[in-house]
């Protein structure tokens, strides 16, 4: 079985394009993924390539942009080929079958919900006076 689930930010927006012979979409973008551990005090992270096609791609160009964090699902992908020195390089990449986004994308008239209400510490402020609102006590 060849299945893969990852969690991360995309380091920059898809590119998107169109394959010569059958016209099918391809988006392609790089997910930032922390490793479970920590070096030398600083996070660690993993930059793999990703590669969406047709309406999974047409949906990476649309709504994915840099720095959103999502959840991919799909396999990895390996291939080859000569570059220009005659040498063959080899290449692994994701291939996404599925994407959901785990934040909302901030728009330019809205503040960034999560961004603001974060404390750093890896959970959500409360806001003041929430407590008259809530349904539970």
């Given at each position: 079985m060849n299945k893969v689930i990852l969690?991360?930010?995309l380091t920059?927006?898809?590119e998107m394009r169109y394959s010569e012979n059958s016209n099918t979409a391809i988006a392609r973008y790089t997910l930032a993924v922390n490793r479970p551990f920590k070096q030398d005090g600083g996070q660690e992270a993993d930059f793999l390539p990703c590669?969406?096609?047709n309406k999974t791609a047409e949906f990476a160009e649309k709504y994915l942009v840099k720095g959103i964090r999502v959840c991919v699902?799909?396999?990895?992908?390996?291939?080859?080929?000569?570059n220009q020195q005659g040498q063959k390089v080899y290449t692994t990449e994701i291939a996404v079958e599925?994407?959901?986004?785990?934040?909302?994308?901030?728009?330019?008239?809205?503040?960034?919900?999560?961004?603001a209400a974060?404390?750093?510490d890896?959970?959500?402020?409360?806001?003041?006076?929430?407590?008259?609102e809530l349904p539970f006590n």
């Open positions: 969690i991360g930010r920059r927006d898809p590669v969406a096609f699902e799909g396999r990895i992908q390996t291939g080859s080929y000569t599925r994407q959901e986004f785990l934040e909302k994308r901030a728009s330019n008239n809205q503040p960034d919900i999560d961004a974060n404390s750093g890896g959970y959500l402020n409360i806001p003041d006076g929430i407590d008259e």
